[in-house]
């Protein structure tokens, strides 16, 4: 929270923000267009000479008004500076095309978010994901996933591998210091965690708990690298209030997966969990929570990402601040044994 604990802007400054905040959306596209017409990577391979605006136009194949005014955008964006006639690239610019976080929001933002954004205020009005209605009449997104267009869908799992995949290779010796033979990986997507589980002890059994769109692709994946003896796959929807957790398990694993929900179905969630479990069996964690962040750049990522879950993914839950989070924990009948940051 020492992020956002105090305003230090000038009146001045103050000003400025509000009207990047009124060309927000003209900004982002602005940006997207520099970016996937080769302007910024043209002017970067430059970076010491910089190039002219005509070098730019004909390097691009683009017509002289629309380098012109591209260009100019970039400089009130702040991608690029102009001196000696010449355009140049500033970091800003160096980060929004080459750091691939940067890279995976900015393409998840447009192929999933953009279009559905403009009904944001009735989603949080009525509680339920409006913009969803771009893509279908699903009741979330989850049961969209698997009928989405193949570059969303792409844009999507992107998105979400980037935040979990980086993550795993940090957690995985955590979770097996506890040496389980069994885990139940609740809402395992396409398995990805559950592969590199394998990778990591080969004698380990887990199972996928999901949609049966998510299983199918799990179980394709499953059968192509040869993991299917180690695996099993069980259908559910969580949300239904009759579903239980099976038992049997040393490890209940969650990556990513509690923020789908809203604060009442993540204590519904974890209450089952408790129900399937001994008192030797342990619940694993893994969620980006945005008052744990190191960089505010990471907590301001989070904090717009929970508005995707709100007017797309399903209108009632977010990327959530740990002390709420530890909240429903503690309802459910849970207690925390550790917590681990930076990772």
Wanted: glycine fraction near 6%; proline fraction near 3%; include cysteine.
């Amino acid at each position: 929270m020492e992020f956002y604990n105090e305003d230090k802007s000038t009146a001045l400054e103050a000003m400025e923000k509000a009207q990047w905040i009124a060309f927000a959306p003209v900004v982002f596209q602005a940006s997207r267009a520099l970016r996937n017409l080769g302007i910024l990577s043209a002017i970067e391979q430059r970076k010491m000479s910089g190039m002219t605006a005509d070098e730019i136009e004909l390097d691009c194949k683009l017509s002289h008004y629309g380098t012109r005014v591209l260009c100019e955008s970039g400089l009130a964006i702040g991608l690029l500076y102009f001196k000696n006639d010449k355009y140049f690239v500033t970091k800003t610019a160096s980060f929004f095309i080459n750091d691939k976080l940067t890279e995976v929001n900015c393409d998840f933002v447009n192929d999933i978010c953009y279009k559905g954004l403009f009904d944001l205020e009735k989603s949080i009005v009525i509680g339920k994901p409006e913009g969803l209605m771009t893509f279908g009449g699903w009741p979330t997104v989850y049961q969209a996933l698997s009928e989405l267009p193949a570059q969303t869908l792409e844009s999507w799992f992107k998105f979400d591998h980037y935040y979990s995949d980086q993550a795993f290779d940090e957690v995985l010796p955590l979770v097996f210091s506890q040496s389980p033979k069994s885990i139940l990986d609740v809402g395992g997507n396409t398995g990805k965690f559950a592969f590199r589980c394998l990778s990591y002890s080969p004698d380990v059994n887990i199972s996928i708990m999901d949609l049966p769109g998510q299983l199918n692709m799990a179980k394709r994946a499953a059968v192509e690298s040869g993991n299917e003896n180690h695996m099993g796959f069980i259908e559910a929807n969580v949300l239904d209030e009759t579903q239980q957790i099976p038992s049997g398990f040393d490890i209940l694993w969650m990556s990513q997966f509690l923020d789908c929900f809203s604060d009442d179905q993540i204590i519904s969630i974890l209450k089952r969990c408790v129900n399937a479990m001994n008192d030797k069996d342990r619940i694993f964690i893994l969620e980006p929570f945005w008052d744990r962040q190191r960089f505010k750049a990471s907590a301001f990522s989070l904090q717009m990402t929970s508005l995707y879950f709100t007017n797309i993914a399903n209108g009632n839950s977010q990327m959530y601040n740990s002390e709420v989070f530890a909240g429903f924990v503690k309802a459910a009948g849970l207690e925390t044994e550790s917590m681990h940051d930076g990772i």
